[in-house]
């Protein structure tokens, strides 16, 4: 079949009997019709074996590809500045040629990403420091890049009003396509891009009656990211009337640069490329990625191979930790140059009561958007009683039983379908209102959707009382009482059980998330070309929504990221994180520890990771731990890797001394992943050490070190345990960590290690944990 769409093209007779050849070769393999198939493949070439004659790299990659195929096979992209090589599309058999030749280094399945969702300046006291950021120019000669479904410019969040000139730095675009034209442009708005042969060659030709072909936003997720980072002050942005106030970016006066990779919830790997070889080339000063997949090693994962280009040009790259949690090392976004982000709730409820009909009432959250009218107690009903079709508890699509859930308020399990599809589904079925029971993995966390009918998200222990009631009642009834918005709630933030968690799937010594920031119910600009649920039926249209996941704590990160930056431009990327997670909190106002939506107990590094992001504090951390590209390189040498897998990540050679001694756990990260080998009974103890070097990014003075550990079995010393900084100085220190035998039942532990000089404080979290059985 592949065979005779070739055969359309006119060929060289030469060419011809070579695909003669081949396809004689394909016959063997007529039954495996999956082995001739094109797919898209990453081609990572050793710029460094480029032979001179060719002046161009676009030459040697067409002849690269020429040795393996006679085939005009297209280019998709050649990149230059995230990595060196190009897309393509090949028969598996044909990726595997191409892998022997001379100069590949390397060639990579397309992979695909997804967006990573589910009274912000307020609540992390960027109120404070406006003062500190006027539309100065400082803090708008920052670019932020984002990496997503694009941006609706109309939207005022992107108001240029007080801002001075684009900065010279910008070499970027403003494209054209469909609804969209460089006058959708402006001093804030400063470019937008957008990338899709990889969608199209993968996944199909775009549906333009659902899709704009062009940088506008279709699906809202790259709005709403976009004005999270470095949105402009819009006074009285809600929601129907919820979350009303004033809607602000972290950094509102930083430029935003649109680039396009997601298409109706997708972004594939080469598209993603060519974006950040963009970004890269147009002088963005930090990327924000709120998207992800499966983490796999740093030298397969594109996103993370382009991120290592930017962060050696100075460029921050904050990604989204993903949406998997809790369940264990479910993280996303891991490499240690890149900027990984979890999620945590604001101190803004929506609260709603379910009112039974035997006086019982239970708190949950829910957007009523002003067409509900207040009922009075209806019949209430649970959606697994009202089954036709598998799946009736979760309200999956036609579960329900019209006889028997019309006229009713009908209960829902979390679970399976997306949340607004239950509302739909007993809405359709002629339900009345909604009751969304939380499952013991969802906890007590309520997530605030604009659903289609009258709704209420209950959390785990509502959810099972009211079962309790629904199975005992004569004619169980219920109804719902909207109370609007309700702010100061307390105890916040508390971790997301949503937010991906530790340990580190890849390099457990390399603790990961790297902190927390707000992920649960933002508001922030949307799309009018979709109602807030995104569901197709939805026609109404918003300015700004609601959203939650990883990917709206990524571009609070972004965000700050870009007011630390203004404020110190010679900064690394390593420099910003450190600032970013030493001053990260830990306890609330009372002194207690963060707690975990999750557990209902207290957070530990493997869901917080250094805390909750403090801007304030981060702009004056005292000391930094500071990374250049070569100390992830000599990372990349402890852990082994070859000489050519160490080029794919950093395009040039680089060569592991063989005398020297390389550690995972001599990487200067502001955290501590101690990971102890099993421990027999006949050794004394297990020895784990960590080096670390601080800076001093503030006054002369002397730290002290202390240290928290929560489990007895495992002693720490910190040499030297005092440290003396004049002004921009190094100096460096030991952890040693002595673990005896037994290691705790958990095999688990945590704890943290801060130095003081009495005004700062530099924090890192500890995680301990022992490897399962020798190797
Ligand atoms: C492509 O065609 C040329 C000329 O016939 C031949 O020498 C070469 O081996 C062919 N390449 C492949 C990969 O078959
Ligand atoms: C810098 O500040 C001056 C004075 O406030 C202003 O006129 C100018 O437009 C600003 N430039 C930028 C790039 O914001
Ligand atoms: C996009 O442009 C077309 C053609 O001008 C117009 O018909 C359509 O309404 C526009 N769509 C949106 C969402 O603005
Ligand atoms: C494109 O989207 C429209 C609107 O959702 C849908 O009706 C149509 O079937 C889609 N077309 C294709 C080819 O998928
Ligand atoms: C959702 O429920 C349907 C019906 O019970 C089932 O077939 C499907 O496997 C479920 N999907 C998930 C992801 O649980
Ligand atoms: C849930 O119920 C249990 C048992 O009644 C109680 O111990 C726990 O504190 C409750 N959790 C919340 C978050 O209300
Ligand atoms: C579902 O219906 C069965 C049979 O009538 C009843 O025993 C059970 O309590 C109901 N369950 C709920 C949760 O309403
Ligand atoms: C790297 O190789 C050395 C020597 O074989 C071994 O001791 C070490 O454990 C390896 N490191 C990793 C991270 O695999
Ligand atoms: C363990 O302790 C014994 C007694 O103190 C000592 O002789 C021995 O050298 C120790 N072993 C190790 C491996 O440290
Ligand atoms: C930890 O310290 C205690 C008290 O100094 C000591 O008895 C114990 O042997 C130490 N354990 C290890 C593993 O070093």
């Known amino acids: 079949m592949v065979s005779m769409v070739r055969f359309k093209k006119p060929f060289l007779a030469i060419t011809f009997v070579f695909f003669f050849i081949l396809s004689d070769v394909s016959l063997a393999r007529i039954e495996n019709t999956k082995d001739n198939q094109k797919s898209t493949y990453i081609v990572h070439a050793a710029k460094s074996q480029m032979p001179t004659i060719l002046n161009h790299h676009s030459i040697w990659y067409r002849s690269i590809l020429k040795s393996i195929s006679n085939s005009t096979t297209e280019m998709l992209y050649t990149y230059d500045n995230a990595i060196h090589g190009f897309s393509t599309r090949l028969t598996p058999e044909e990726a595997r040629s191409l892998k022997s030749q001379i100069g590949v280094l390397k060639v990579l399945p397309e992979k695909i990403y997804k967006p990573l969702t589910t009274r912000t300046p307020q609540f992390l006291g960027l109120e404070k420091i406006s003062n500190m950021f006027p539309v100065s120019n400082v803090t708008s000669d920052i670019i932020i890049g984002l990496l997503d479904t694009g941006v609706w410019p109309e939207s005022k969040s992107f108001d240029d009003t007080g801002l001075g000139p684009i900065p010279t730095s910008w070499k970027g675009t403003c494209e054209s396509g469909d609804n969209f034209t460089a006058a959708n442009c402006n001093k804030k708005l400063i470019g937008a891009r957008f990338f899709l042969k990889g969608y199209e060659a993968s996944v199909g030709p775009l549906n333009a009656t659902k899709q704009f072909r062009s940088p506008r936003d279709a699906d809202g997720h790259g709005t709403h990211t976009a004005s999270t980072a470095a949105g402009s002050a819009v006074k009285g942005a809600n929601l129907f009337g919820y979350a009303s106030g004033t809607s602000r970016g972290m950094a509102p006066h930083a430029r935003v640069a649109i680039y396009k990779v997601c298409w109706e919830d997708n972004c594939v790997a080469s598209d993603l490329l060519a974006a950040?070889?963009?970004?890269?080339?147009?002088?963005?000063?930090?990327?924000?990625?709120?998207?992800?997949?499966?983490?796999?090693?740093?030298?397969?994962?594109n996103l993370a191979i382009g991120a290592f280009a930017a962060m050696e040009k100075g460029i921050v790259v904050s990604c989204a930790a993903g949406n998997s949690g809790p369940t264990k090392s479910s993280l996303q976004n891991v490499a240690p140059w890149v900027i990984t982000v979890g999620a945590g709730s604001i101190d803004r409820d929506f609260p709603v009561y379910v009112k039974l009909g035997n006086g019982e009432n239970y708190q949950g959250v829910s957007i009523n958007d002003g067409s509900f009218t207040p009922r009075t107690f209806v019949p209430l009903i649970y959606a697994g009683n009202a089954s036709v079709k598998e799946g009736a508890e979760f309200c999956v699509k036609d579960s329900l039983d019209p006889e028997k859930v019309k006229g009713k308020i009908v209960f829902c399990d979390r679970g399976n379908n997306s949340r607004v599809e239950k509302g739909i589904v007993v809405k359709s079925a002629g339900g009345v209102g909604m009751v969304l029971g939380n499952s013991e993995t969802n906890g007590e966390e309520l997530v605030a959707d604009a659903h289609l009918l009258p709704a209420a998200a209950v959390g785990f222990n509502s959810s099972k009382a009211i079962k309790m009631y629904l199975q005992h009642a004569q004619n169980p009834t219920a109804t719902l009482v909207f109370q609007g918005t309700k702010v100061g709630i307390e105890p916040s933030p508390i971790v997301s059980a949503f937010s991906s968690r530790g340990p580190n799937p890849i390099t457990p010594d390399i603790l990961k998330p790297d902190f927390i920031a707000p992920g649960l119910n933002i508001l922030a600009a949307f799309t009018k070309n979709a109602g807030p649920t995104n569901l197709e039926i939805d026609d109404r249209r918003v300015d700004f929504n609601l959203i939650t996941g990883t990917s709206m704590s990524c571009p609070h990160a972004s965000g700050i990221a870009a007011l630390i930056k203004s404020t110190y431009p010679n900064w690394s990327p390593a420099a910003i994180r450190s600032a970013l997670m030493t001053t990260a909190y830990t306890s609330y106002n009372n002194g207690k520890k963060l707690l975990d939506s999750a557990t209902n107990a207290p957070a530990t590094p493997f869901g917080v990771g250094a805390g909750h992001v403090n801007p304030i504090a981060a702009l004056n951390p005292g000391l930094v731990y500071d990374l250049t590209a070569d100390d992830y390189l000599n990372f990349l040498?402890?852990?082994?890797?070859?000489?050519?897998?160490?080029?794919?990540?950093?395009?040039?050679?680089?060569?592991?001394?063989?005398?020297?001694?390389?550690s995972v756990t001599d990487l200067n990260y502001p955290s501590f992943g101690v990971v102890f080998k099993p421990i027999a009974r006949s050794s004394n103890a297990t020895i784990v050490k960590h080096e670390r070097t601080l800076t001093n990014v503030g006054v002369a003075g002397t730290y002290k070190v202390s240290v928290t550990l929560d489990i007895p079995s495992v002693n720490v010393t910190v040499e030297p345990n005092v440290l003396s900084f004049n002004k921009n100085e190094k100096k460096s220190y030991t952890v040693t960590f002595a673990a005896s035998y037994p290691p705790p039942p958990t095999q688990l532990g945590f704890g943290r290690l801060e130095w003081s000089n009495g005004k700062n404080i530099v924090g890192s979290p500890i995680s301990i944990t022992w490897e399962l059985g020798p190797k």
Not at 637 to 662: G, Q, S
């Open 276 to 301: 950040m070889d963009a970004a890269i080339a147009d002088n963005v000063n930090v990327i924000s990625a709120s998207l992800g997949g499966e983490a796999i090693d740093y030298d397969e994962e």
């Open 637 to 662: 040498c402890a852990l082994n890797y070859t000489a050519d897998r160490i080029e794919a990540v950093a395009r040039r050679k680089f060569t592991c001394d063989a005398h020297k001694h390389y």
